[in-house]
């Protein structure tokens, strides 16, 4: 929709079967500078030249051969759709059931014949002027919602990102560069594409899948940064970590934030129900903590570790397809394996820093 910049601009449509009374309507209408004069005496071209021309206002004859001016009236108001074009219908026909049909039909005023000219100005000027109130309303209305869309987006980013980095701050309590970060994000919406889950859900998981870890901050340094395996004790305590993180999102109720809750608080619960904290099995576990379980392990193991050495990505594989339907879901596992040049190149893409 096109802004008016002035009465004169407008695009007005004469619809008359008589030649006469459209030469007198342009001469009225040219008389008074108006730019954009379209005619025609078939009514059955009116639809077409409407689509062609978008007119802001229609001046339409009732009694016409082929299609009444109700029946044109009729087509118009498909056409037209949601938008305001006023019709002036013209007629000679002065009854009351004349007038009630026009406008019921959608009419907005008339013009009787014989014309007058300064009748025939001021009632078209004023419904131009209700044409032009109305283009103006409905474009400030998209600029707002643009406007509101824009900052949404704006808002919504920064949220994101606020959760990627609180999830990278997380994961330089133990890893330097915080690429595992960034494997598990891309992991984890990968696995979720595979398995099916729309592009909401898998760019939700990419930002949700960063705070898996961030409990760590809760866990002493003695502890985490411990150049050995650890103690039977010291793993309890390391193991606190899913309830720490879900206790630092919180219970705030957007999706994001609750699909972040799940994934912190259940990746490490395992299929068959041995995992922790809660020793969930199988669905009881949300399909998100399930798919970052695969992946967190997957890049666990392809990592060199201050008291281990990287496995091979053949030796990792293995251990994860033994680990199916016990550690893991076995369907997961499988697209996983199917897919596995995908995540492996992921992992060179996003490699730690020496």
């Given at each position: ?13 004469i619809v008359d079967d008589n030649p006469a009374n459209v030469a007198l309507l342009e001469a009225i209408l040219e008389e008074d500078d108006y730019l954009h004069l379209f005619s025609t005496t078939d009514p ?137 970060v960034e494997r598990i994000s891309h992991f984890s919406s990968l696995l979720a594409r595979l398995h099916g889950q729309d592009s909401d859900y898998t760019t939700m998981l990419f930002y949700a899948s960063t ?12 502890i985490l940064l411990k150049p050995a395996r650890l103690t039977e004790e010291e793993r309890l305590e390391i193991n606190r970590h899913p309830v720490i993180g879900s206790q630092i999102i919180g219970d705030h ?102």
């Open positions: 929709m096109t802004p008016l910049m002035s009465i004169s601009e407008s695009k007005i449509l059955r071209e009116v639809v077409t030249l409407y689509h062609e021309h978008q007119f802001d206002l229609i001046l339409l004859d009732i009694r016409m051969p082929w299609l009444s001016g109700f029946e044109v009236m009729a087509l118009l108001d498909e056409a037209i759709g949601e938008d305001y074009v006023p019709v002036i219908v013209l007629t000679a026909q002065t009854d009351t059931e004349t007038r009630r049909r026009a406008l019921d039909a959608g009419a907005k005023d008339f013009l009787t014949k014989p014309f007058e000219a300064w009748e025939v100005l001021l009632r078209i000027r004023n419904c131009l002027e209700t044409r032009m109130y109305y283009t103006r309303q409905v474009l400030r209305a998209e600029t707002l919602e643009k406007e509101v869309c824009q900052r949404t987006e704006e808002i919504r980013q920064t949220q994101l990102e606020i959760v990627r980095r609180l999830g990278v701050a997380g994961e330089f309590r133990d890893n330097e560069t915080g690429a595992h705070m898996h870890d961030v409990g760590k901050i809760g866990i002493p340094d003695a109720p957007s999706e994001l934030m609750t699909m972040a809750w799940e994934t912190t608080r259940f990746h490490h619960e395992k299929w068959d129900g041995s995992g922790y904290p809660h020793g969930l099995a199988g669905e009881e576990i949300p399909l998100c903590a399930r798919i970052v379980a695969v992946c967190d392990v997957f890049d666990a193991l392809t990592s060199q570790r201050p008291y281990k050495e990287a496995w091979s990505v053949e030796d990792a594989v293995a251990e994860i397809q033994q680990q199916a339907g016990h550690h893991f879901d076995p369907q997961l596992v499988v697209l996983f394996v199917a897919h596995l040049d995908q995540f492996v190149t992921i992992r060179q893409r996003f490699a730690d820093e020496d």
